[in-house]
């Protein structure tokens, strides 16, 4: 990527206060984007990375609808305007089908994919006024395939890709883009959730999953961080509605 490719652009993104999010704020910083580090409580992990990406913050459930749309209005006032939107905020509950809480479950559906219907609803407007956008949601290689044990936070990703076919479509002739990701697994935090699911201690899953993985290793989130930002900028102004699977090779053609 060219240096400053992004620069002169306002990015949001979501659920960046550590792994994925915080991984990709970096490297839209390095391109030289204004960031907007949303997450859903202040902590010193976001206030540290906005001190070092000399970012500006914003906390909110983004379950709420009406506390996403006065943080983003708050947000985008102080900003000047909202030109990306990178929905990376989720939520994973595993429980068998069966045995699932029927509220945790609704809880997922509601952070990961009416997150993203809140978020968008509140930047959308902004973009199609100024006659320029780009929306990346981050979904899952489980919203491709499903997953055991995973049934909310699969189809909630699933939800993810179909919104991003879907919005694309409507806005795309107001040169608003509307994409996703679809990463599979990624050496975040979360691989310790699935290791404690597994029974097995962080490096004996990471081998586990490397071993089902073509590219025999997991994805770092830079790597993943270097898609959306992909798809963030200019290069990708062709792309309507699509999902882009940086997955190692498990899953191909199936988005």
């Known amino acids: 990527m060219s240096a400053g490719e992004l620069s002169g652009r306002v990015a949001l993104i979501t659920g960046a206060g550590q792994g994925l999010g915080a991984a990709t704020a970096r490297v839209l910083a390095e391109q030289g984007a204004s960031l907007i580090l949303g997450d859903r409580v202040a902590s010193d992990r976001l206030a540290a990375l906005a001190g070092e990406l000399g970012a500006q913050t914003m906390t909110c459930d983004m379950s709420e609808p009406t506390a996403v749309a006065a943080a983003v209005g708050h947000a985008a006032a102080d900003a000047g305007r909202i030109d990306i939107f990178v929905s990376n905020h989720a939520v994973l509950t595993r429980a068998r089908f069966l045995d699932h809480d029927p509220e945790a479950w609704w809880h997922d559906v509601e ?23 780009r929306i990346v949601y981050v979904s899952s290689s489980w919203g491709v395939t499903g997953a055991e044990e995973a049934s909310a936070y699969s189809a909630s990703k699933a939800g993810l890709i179909s919104l991003a076919r879907s919005i694309g479509l409507e806005v795309a002739h107001r040169n608003v883009a509307v994409n996703a990701v679809a990463p599979g697994t990624i050496d975040t935090p979360q691989l310790e959730v699935d290791a404690e699911a597994m029974g097995v201690s962080l490096d004996d899953a990471r081998a586990e999953f490397a071993r089902a993985i073509p590219l025999r290793r997991i ?37």
């Open 219 to 255: 994805a770092t989130p830079a790597e993943i961080g270097r898609t959306i930002v992909y798809l963030a900028g200019e290069r990708a102004g062709a792309m309507v509605g699509q999902t882009v699977q940086p997955n190692g090779g498990i899953v191909t053609g199936r988005a």
């Open 111 to 133: 952070v990961n994919l009416s997150g993203a219907f809140y978020g968008t609803m509140a930047v959308l407007p902004g973009m199609l006024e100024r006659g320029y956008g």
